[in-house]
Every structure is written in C-alpha cells, then in structure tokens.
C-alpha cells in the first residue's frame, strides 16, 4: 500500500524512513508548504495525494487543528485510509471524521495521538470487542515525567528542569501545554471515548506540575512517595470522570519505574484485569513506529479505533475522589478538611480527607483568585 | 462468528461465557470428554466441529500435544480458524502448523500460549511487520513470580511459599514446569519464533527457583536487589539466545512492580523503543481475555502470528553475558571468576566477573553432578 504524508516535520520524516522498510507499505508523496517541495517525492497541493490512485492511505501529522481537519476529510472522502498522530485534532473532531471514515469504508485510526509508542489505544480498541473496560489513565505526558523525574532523582527545582527539557527537545519553547496538563487531558480524553464510547469535552480538570517546588519534591521523598503527571478516566452513570494532576504513588507502583521522559499507560478490564503499558510517548522513531503499526493494522484489516456510538459528553469529576497534598499559605489552611497539616514559615503541607477531585480542584481555583499560592496533588492509596 | 471449543477447563469455560457477550462473536459447540456432555451444546466427536459449516474458528485449551495436535490441524484443514492458548503444540507443532493455515487461508494465532491476558505477542507480532526487533523478554511464569514475592516481602521459606501457591491454585500439585523454568522457556521460545523468526529447540538453557532458599532472600534485600524469573531472548548471527534464569533487578526496574502472580514482557524495537506490558499472566478470564483479542483480531483480518519464513534453530548461548551471585559449597568457590566471596558456616556467597550464560549454567550443572548444592541468579547491570 501506497502511503502518502502530510506534514514533513520530526515525525514525519520519521515515518517516511520507516516506509521504505515496512512490509506491504512503501512512502508515497509528501506534502510540504508551498516553495519547500525540493524532491521529486513532495508535493504543494492536497489533490496531488487525494486526486491520486495510487495512494491507499494518508499519514497526517501537521498538528493542530486547521488545515488538518480540512485535509484529513478530504483523504477520507477520496477513499484513502488515515492514520493520524493529531490528539487536538482526533479530541475535537473524531466522532463526525470517524463518520466520513464509516460511510466510505476506510479506517481511521489514531494511536499515536494518545503515548506516542507505547501501543495503548490499539490494544484498548481490541480490548473493548470482548471485555468492559473499567478504567483508563497512566503518565502520558513525557515532558512532564522527565522533569518530575529530575527533579525527584537529583532534586533540582523546576526552573533547572524545565530549561534543560527544552535543551533536549523534550520540552517545547512554550511548554504551557505539556506542564499545565492539557497535553495529558487530551490524551485521555481519546482514552475515554475509545473505552467508553464517550467523548468528554466539558467539565474536565487539569492541574499541571508548574507550581511545584524542590521542597515539596523533598517532602514526598521524606513521605515515601514519588511524585508523577496522572491522567484518569472512568464510567460513571452516563457519563465518564476525566482529569490530570500530580499524583504522589508509593514506591511499589509501576509508576515509580518510569523513567526519563518515558509513558505509562492502563487499562482496567472486567476480565483481562490490570493492563500496564510502558514505552517512549513521543520523539521521531517512536511516534512513527505507532503510525506505522496503525497502518499494518489497516492492511490487516482493521478499520476502527473511535467507537460508532462515541458521543460527546460533560464529564463528571464530583463522584471520584481520594486524599491530596496540598502546599499553601497557612492562612487558607482552613479551608480544607485536614487529616494532618504542618506548618513552616507561614507555608502549610496539609494532607486532606478524602475530597472529590471537583471539590479540590474547584477549592484550589478558588484560593489562587484570592492570590494563594497552591500546589496540590492527589494521593494514590 | 460462531466459535467451537475444544476443551472445558478452567479457560475453556471462561472463553464460553466472553463469547456470549463479545461483539460479531458467539459460542458454537464445545468438545468434551465421552460421558461429559451434559448440555446440548457440548459435543464428544471432533467430527461434530470440523464438519459444521456454522462454526467460523476454533479455540483449543486442551493442552498438551495430542490429541491437541492432530485436531488443530483438523481443524485447520476444514478451513476453521484457529486460536490457541497451548504453548507446548506451538513451541513443537508451530511452523508446520502455521504452513496449514497458510495453505488454507485461514488463522491460527495463539497471544495467550505466552503472558496469559499480557497482550505479548499479539504487539510483537505487529510491531514485526515495519520495525526490527532488538530483544524479547520478561517474567513470563506467574507461579514462580508469586513465590519470589512472597519470599521477598514475607521472608518466608521456598517450601511453604510453594505451598501458599499450590492452596491458592496458582502452581498444580506437580510444579516441576513452573519451578524448574520450563514454562516461562517454552514461552520464550514462542516469542522468540514471533521476533525473530526463528524457533530455538536446542540450545536452551533454563535454571528455575528450586534451590533458592530464605537466607538467599535476604543476602539480595541487603544488596538492594529483588529475584524474579526472567526469560530473554534475542538475535546473534544466524540464531537466536534464548534462556531463562532467577535474575537480581534493581529497585529502579519495572520488574521490581510486578507482584503476586503477574507477568511483565517486554520488547526493545530499533524504532520503537523499550515496550514494556505488565497483566495476569494467568487465570481463567486473564487467559480467556487473550483468546478473546485473537478471535476479535481474527475478525478484522488478522491471520498470521507464526512468521512464515520460520525456521528451527540450535539456540547460541555463548555470547550473551552477565556477573551472577552464585551460592554453593565453599570447597566449589575456586571454580568460579570471582570479584567478591563471602563465606559463612561453609557457604560461599560468590558474585562473580562477567560469565556467559552457558558458562554459567553448564558450571552449575557440573557441580551439582559432584553433589555440591547450587543457586545462581544472574545480576541485572
């Protein structure tokens, strides 16, 4: 199968060196901005790949979300499968892609958009043919995770971590959407909708690792805990929770053993029990690798990652809950109902009761419009 | 797809009840034992099976080789699929196996004969196909990883963890398979054959748990290292390594979180990186749920598991090579290269210089020829 690419960036060329590789795939044209299709192979205009025989399947790995989407439904109109790396473009426009995908018969599927290498969304996808799935989530931001990482490992502060993410690469230079959590929100919320055919797209929380200082990294040391970037998704009534934060697990936890810039992703199933999946989720190989495994599944036969039924919903995070660190201004300690607190220069470490994620991320909100400073994170019990 | 069975075991049964409730799936008839068919849907002739135009694929959780053996090709030739979860037919029947399948259009695809619900092979398998794998490996036997768990976090002794395993019905009354390591070799051999296209059936060496004892335990906890049973594999000239022996990890491996009865495979691929899975590597809905995978694969056209290009091979464990910890007589200790000896009460506790596998293993096998009683773990760098 004929394979063409769109977008020539570090996934890109990434995918196009593993074509010329694969079995029963091989690169076909590649579409550049106009003035930068310097080889015979690169081509300026969308028709040349969607106007094209040859071509049996679209790689789209532009990001964002305009001309993708544009892009994206046109390749499918034409008949031509795609295999996209795309999280903001899958989030907010898969199910009505998913059903140009159907109504032409090609597949659409996406699993490099959700822990780049690590196989997650196939192996949830095929999981959900014979099985519940009860639960989904894991460290699916590898920026995030090699600065915790640092910052745990030679207790570094996060200015220091975060300028040496962005030397290597890892971090991008506005890294707003990797450490506020957004990134990992995303990603779960495609978790959510191939698991639980439903799509969240309001009533989310994301709390990301940007206030989180040295000394709160030692207090966890001191606790027996690490500190890792969690995502969580579930069932619960029509609906599914869905959120990011901090997350301290115990030293046991597979978590813990992820290291460096690397993802952990899980699955709970009614029969298949606990799944755990850890791998590199992103950089050019790995994120090609799982465009590539995507586009083996297609020749397989293998058409449908984004469930018929998907709908979009509003999540709802007032039923799930646990007990959270928090650091603030001794002040507002009060504010929480507090298992233990200790106090030091002004400053509060409080461990809560158990409090419902809306609770502690709405209160969280709260406190920082009347100026706190806050960092919390959720304990894994 | 009505699905047949062969078999009405612990998986056989779990397998029956998944397939009333996957989707595009459904249960067809279930061979048992003269006498046994109790229920209408049960049925003592294979003939019964083969011979039904309604039945699409064939699940075999009989175990062992025949009459496994001869119906799976019966099966095969009467243009069924076949699924199977029995790692002994495969590791001896694969290729030929394989060839009928192929001859005949058919699947036969058998994820769960390694890792139980870990979706192991069914990764490898795909990942085969545009990436070059590095290395295979893993805890492979639950049986034995819930017993080193126990002794590790319980310090208890090997006889009454093998006993808490057998109560539990985690090991059969005889575990000689577990224990020695042949389970998780066959496992290996099977992954291998997936990766590497190559089937090792000489060569191999196993080395299981039987003489570990307490005080070994807790020599590793006061060196920071946890024993698991770990099985590896991996390509070297015209052949493949393929082995399995206790192994010290260190407190920073994913190994480490694996508990009680779990598995943990993993992969390294050129572009894909380290792949790490982590699931029940038994058990009957575990096991059942990987069944279940293959007969959804089977459905989007999956067919091949067992490479075509698949040849048997004489392993080649000379070149592969670590330091161990080596236990035995003090009397012995002068016939290892050794970088630290401690003695006590006639024990020598022996870590050694860099040794192959084979060197190791055959050095062992020679003293204990002599009488001298042996434990060796290699030592993860």
């Not at 008949?79 to 018969?105: S, W």
Request: with cysteine.
């Amino acid at each position: 199968m004929k394979v063409a690419i769109l977008g020539f960036g570090t996934v890109g060329q990434g995918v196009y060196e593993m074509l010329q590789k694969a079995r029963d795939l091989e690169p076909g044209p590649v579409l550049v901005r106009p003035g930068k299709a310097d080889a015979d192979y690169k081509v300026t205009d969308i028709s040349a790949i969607t106007g094209a025989p040859s071509v049996g399947a679209v790689v789209e790995v532009l990001g964002g979300i305009e001309p993708a989407r544009t892009w994206v439904e046109q390749a499918l109109q034409a008949g031509k499968h795609v295999v996209t790396a795309n999280k903001a473009l899958v989030a907010q426009c898969g199910p009505e892609l998913a059903a140009v995908a159907r109504e032409k018969g090609v597949a659409l599927l996406f699993s490099a958009a959700c822990g780049g290498g690590v196989p997650f969304l196939h192996n949830l996808a095929l999981s959900t043919r014979s099985d519940d799935i009860l639960s989904v989530g894991g460290i699916l931001n590898g920026t995030t995770n090699y600065m915790l990482d640092a910052m745990q490992s030679r207790g570094a502060d996060y200015a220091e971590v975060l300028k040496d993410a962005q030397q290597l690469g890892y971090a991008e230079a506005d890294p707003t959407a990797d450490v506020s959590g957004l990134d990992a929100l995303r990603k779960i919320m495609l978790a959510c909708a191939v698991a639980f055919e439903k799509l969240p797209c309001e009533g989310l929380y994301n709390e990301g690792i940007e206030s989180l200082t040295a000394d709160d990294v030692r207090h966890f040391r001191g606790m027996g805990y690490t500190c890792r970037l969690v995502a969580k998704g579930g069932p619960v009534g029509d609906t599914v929770f869905a959120f990011v934060e901090p997350t301290l697990v115990p030293a046991s936890a597979a978590e813990c053993a992820v290291k460096d810039n690397y993802n952990l992703a899980r699955y709970e199933a009614k029969c298949a029990g606990d799944i755990v999946l850890i791998g590199q989720g992103a950089g050019r190989y790995p994120t090609a690798s799982a465009v590539l495994r995507d586009l083996s599944d297609v020749i397989a036969g293998q058409r449908v990652m984004m469930p018929q039924a998907c709908v979009r919903v509003t999540a709802d995070c007032s039923g799930c809950g646990h007990p959270y660190y928090v650091r603030l201004p001794e002040a507002f300690a009060g504010k929480l109902p507090c298992d233990k607190v200790a106090v030091d220069n002004g400053i509060a470490r409080v461990i809560t009761k158990a409090l419902t994620v809306k609770e502690m991320h709405d209160t969280a909100a709260a406190l920082r419009t009347r100026g706190a400073q806050v960092f919390f994170a959720g304990i894994e019990e």
